[in-house]
Nanobody, 123 residues
Framework: VQLQASGGGLVQAGGSLRLSCATS????????MGWFRQAPGKEREFVAA????????YYADSVKGRFAISKNNAKNTVYLQMNVLKPEDTAVYYC?????????????????WGQGTLVTVSS
């Protein structure tokens, strides 16, 4: 399974971006899909996750109400809509796919990772 993340860029505080994660070699409906981020000098942290059929979503407290994860299983693509961006959202964002039995927040439980896309929020 290969994951290809895209959509990062430079945006001013208060702006929006939409990240995409395309799955190939497998179908996104098979996996729990998650977005994580890693800022320089910090560990990779959970941002959002969505279950296999897209019916349930989960968010880190730091992004709740500002970010929205969604998936289109027909297109094998997962999205992360990011609104009201803050400078502290600056990081490399990674999408992951997990075969775990339920939605999980831990990077170690994700089996496949995309290459990451950089999001920079200027103040």
């Amino acid at each position: 399974v290969q994951l290809q993340a895209s959509g990062g860029g430079l945006v001013q505080a208060g702006g929006s971006l939409r990240l995409s994660c395309a799955t190939s070699g497998g179908t996104s409906s098979t996996y729990i899909m998650g977005w994580f981020r890693q800022a320089p000098g910090k560990e990779r942290e959970f941002v959002a996750a969505i279950d296999r059929d897209g019916g349930s979503t989960y968010y880190a407290d730091s992004v709740k109400g500002r970010f929205a994860i969604s998936k289109n299983n027909a297109k094998n693509t997962v999205y992360l809509q990011m609104n009201v961006l803050k400078p502290e959202d600056t990081a490399v964002y990674y999408c992951g796919a997990s075969t775990f039995y339920s939605v999980t927040y831990y990077p170690s439980t994700y089996d496949y990772w995309g290459q990451g896309t950089l999001v920079t929020v200027s103040s």
